[in-house]
Structures are given as C-alpha cells and as structure tokens.
C-alpha cells in the first residue's frame, strides 16, 4: 500500500527582493534596518510569501547584520550595494555596552514574532541569526567581499582578537535566539553562509565551537524547539558538523559527500535543501525535473524542501509555484 509522505517546503529569502509587494513597501521605507525594526511591516512582509504560495513556514522578516548594530557597530544599507558596517579591528571599537542594552536594540523584533504567532495557524514559524563567524566577517570586511581577504588575515594574525568578538556574538545570539523562541517561533535557522571559508582547524575553533555552545544552550532552554543549521560551503566538513553540533536539520547547499545523507538519515537528523536557486532564474521545463532530482535524492531521508542558497532578486515567480507544485504532487511509500 501506498503511503502519502507530505514534504515541508519553504524558500530560503521567501520574503525579499524577488515580491513586488515588498518592493513597494521597500521603496517607501529607504531605511532598512528601522524597516526590520518595525514591526507591522515586518511581520506584513513576513507573510507575504504565504499569501502567494502554498508553504509550511513563515520566517522572520530581519536580518543578520541586526547583531552588529546592537553591538554598536555602525550599519547601512545603502541601495543597489548591500550592507555597509564601519570596520573593525578588535572589540574596543565596538561601542558595546551590556548584553541587555544591545539586546534592547533589537527588541522590536520580539513583537513582529508575537504578531506573527498569533498569525501562524498551522504553520512553522522560523526566528533566525547568523552563525558568529559569517556576522564576524561583515564585521571585519565592512560589507560584502569577494576576496574576504581581511578577515582571513584577521583569525590568522589576531586570532585572540577573533576569538574574543566572537565570544561576545555568540552570547549576544543565544539570548536573542532564547526572547525569539520566548516570543512564539518554534524553528530557529543559524544561517552560517561563510564556513566555506575556513581550513579544518579554523572551522572547529570559529564554526563548530560556535555552533555547538548556540544549539547547546537552546536545547537546553527549549526541548520542544526545533534547530536547524546551515554551514554553507561546508564541503568535506558536513560530517565532521552534524557529528559535533546537536542539530535537528542540516541544510546542505550543492557540494557534500556521497555518503552524507545516510549518515544523517541514520543520525536522525533531517535534510534541509537543496534545489539551485539558479533554476530559478530559468526558462523552460527543466525546473520540474530538477525539483524531482532533489526529492529523489532525498527520499529515504526525513526532508524539508529549500534550495541551496536563498532565492535571488531575479527569481520568477511562476517558478517558484511549479516547484511547489511538484513538491505536493510528490508521495513516497
Ligand atoms: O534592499 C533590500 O531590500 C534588502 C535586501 C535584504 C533582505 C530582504 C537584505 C540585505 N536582507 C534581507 C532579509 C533577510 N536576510 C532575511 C529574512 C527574509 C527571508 O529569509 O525570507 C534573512 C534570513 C537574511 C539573512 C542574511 N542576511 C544572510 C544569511 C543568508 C544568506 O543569504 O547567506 C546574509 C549573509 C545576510 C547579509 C545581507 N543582508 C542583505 C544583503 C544584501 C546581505 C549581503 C549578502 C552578501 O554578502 O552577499
């Protein structure tokens, strides 16, 4: 007999640059950050996706960069450029307070999340942060680099430096992660989009480490609430990973090694992903195909459907609903 496995899916940046009804909203609030920090809109973008399409999480709507600005970093977002954060160079150049002050920075974002919950009906409701090395990065680079050139320089020659602020992010993140799941989310994502960048002895000290000490003290804090992580870039190290860091959903981008799904099948551990977000830009059939590569591949594993890396600005909409579309048509047995 057949049974009928229903797949979760949600969209990695579902609400974002891709919805003209968040460009419209975008255009009449120049200020980004005070965009994140306001909660009707926020959570009004948070849901937009939703009314669209048929998925099964809402995520927040705000930003990585909130934890260098409540460290008292200096963060912009200018148009058609991307973040700006004055660099840094150790911790005295952070106007950092306390823990409660700067998490008082970013209390609103607390409220959008209520609101959200009472919102949410059936749906999952995912809080996030970035992981602390990827926010040490945008701290160190000021921005978006190609060549992350300073802050390979930066763990290389200042490495007590490095692993100080990163003490600080992380604590800073564990206790926003703990008010957001306080304030109703029941998933949260550590989004760590740079561990690729890291030699293996790097990536235990600035991402496993990391890693470990945020979903340690949020298991402990809240058994019910589920936490995925997603190490992008992590290459040969995805095991080493899900060894070390108590995760309930690894999201995997486009590169891991052979054996990695049954491992995590055997682990318990459900897979998250990983559908091309540059399929998404294309014309033509080759979308439904490449949706059913992925469910394919995934089939004995536990899986919530997402791509790779998050949606990009030139994304179709009509191929995000094929995707979807095939997705429900999906059943397993
Ligand atoms: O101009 C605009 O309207 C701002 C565009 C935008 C949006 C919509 C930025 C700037 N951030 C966001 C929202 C956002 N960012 C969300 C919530 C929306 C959703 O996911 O649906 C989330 C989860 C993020 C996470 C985020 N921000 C990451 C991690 C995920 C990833 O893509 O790797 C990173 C690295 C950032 C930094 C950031 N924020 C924005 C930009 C342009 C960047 C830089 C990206 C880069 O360096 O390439």
Redesign the pocket.
């Known amino acids: 007999m057949k049974t009928v496995n229903k797949i979760p899916i949600w969209f990695?940046?579902?609400?974002?640059?891709y919805l003209p009804e968040y460009m419209k909203i975008?255009s009449k609030n120049p200020d980004?950050l005070k965009l994140c920090f306001n909660p009707e809109l926020a959570s009004e973008i948070s849901l937009q996706p939703l009314k669209r399409f048929d998925l099964d999480f809402i995520?927040l709507?705000?930003?990585?960069?909130v934890i260098p600005h409540a460290l008292g970093q200096e963060v912009k977002?200018l148009k058609n450029h991307?973040?700006l954060l004055n660099c840094i160079s150790s911790k005295k150049d952070l106007n950092y307070m306390s823990l409660n002050k700067s998490l008082d920075k970013i209390s609103n974002t607390f409220e959008t999340i209520k609101i959200l919950n009472a919102k949410k009906s059936t749906k999952n409701l995912i809080g996030?942060c970035?992981g602390p090395f990827?926010v040490l990065n945008y701290m160190i680079e000021g921005g978006?680099s190609k060549t992350h050139s300073k802050i390979k320089t930066f763990i290389k020659k200042k490495k007590e430096e490095a692993a100080d602020i990163i003490k600080i992010i992380t604590e800073i993140s564990i206790e926003y992660l703990k008010k957001q799941i306080q304030s109703g989310a029941n998933y949260i994502q550590v989004?760590e989009?740079w561990a690729g960048l890291l030699d293996r002895e790097e990536y235990i000290d600035f991402i496993i480490k990391p890693n470990q000490q945020i979903s340690g003290e949020i298991r402990g804090f809240s058994k019910h609430t589920k936490i995925i992580h997603f190490p992008?870039g992590s290459r040969n190290n995805y095991k080493i990973f899900a060894e070390e860091v108590n995760c309930d959903v690894l999201s995997l981008d486009q590169t891991y090694p052979k054996e990695l799904p049954t491992f995590l099948r055997e682990k318990g551990i459900t897979v998250q992903g990983n559908l091309d977000p540059q399929e998404l830009i294309k014309e033509g059939e080759q979308i439904e195909k490449k949706t059913k590569e992925v469910l394919e591949k995934f089939k004995k594993n536990n899986h919530i459907f997402n791509l790779s890396?998050?949606i990009l600005p030139e994304t179709k909409i009509s191929n995000i609903a094929k995707v979807i579309k095939v997705v429900r048509a999906y059943e397993t047995s």
């Open positions: 990695m940046r579902q609400a974002g640059r975008r980004f995520i709507f705000s930003d990585i960069l977002f991307g973040p996030f970035g990827t978006t989004f989009s992008r890396h998050g």
